[in-house]
């Protein structure tokens, strides 16, 4: 459950951020609402989930796989050009995240 707490909040905080575009600097009132919203939620999820979680290898899996589906969203819907150094920071962060899923329980015994 405490991986769904997870996902759920990483889908929120991208949610949220792709807003914070659209809000266009908080001057639009609804999508900055909807902003706010969905980063309350989003912590509001990850406190759930590093109950369970330790919280570097939460933190670092919400931060990067957040970082790879917004960039993903800002190339696909804002049509925001990435460089090749872009692409591959991102595939690193991606890598990273890997490795903390397939060797995140050998990090508790640390």
Do not use: C, R
């Not at 330790?54 to 049509?79: D, E, K, R, S």
């Amino acid at each position: 459950m405490h991986y769904l707490y997870l996902a759920a909040a990483i889908v929120v905080e991208v949610i949220g951020t792709s807003l914070l575009k659209v809000s266009d600097g908080f001057s639009k009132l609804w999508p900055s609402v909807a902003t706010i919203v969905s980063y309350t939620t989003a912590i509001v999820l990850l406190s759930f989930a590093v109950k369970v979680i330790p919280v570097g290898v939460a933190y670092a899996i919400w931060a990067g796989v957040g970082v790879a589906l917004i960039t993903l969203i800002g190339w696909v819907v804002f049509n925001e050009e990435l460089s090749p150094a872009a692409l591959s920071g991102i595939v690193l962060i991606v890598a990273g995240v890997v490795v903390l899923q397939v060797f995140g329980e050998e990090t508790k015994a640390l």
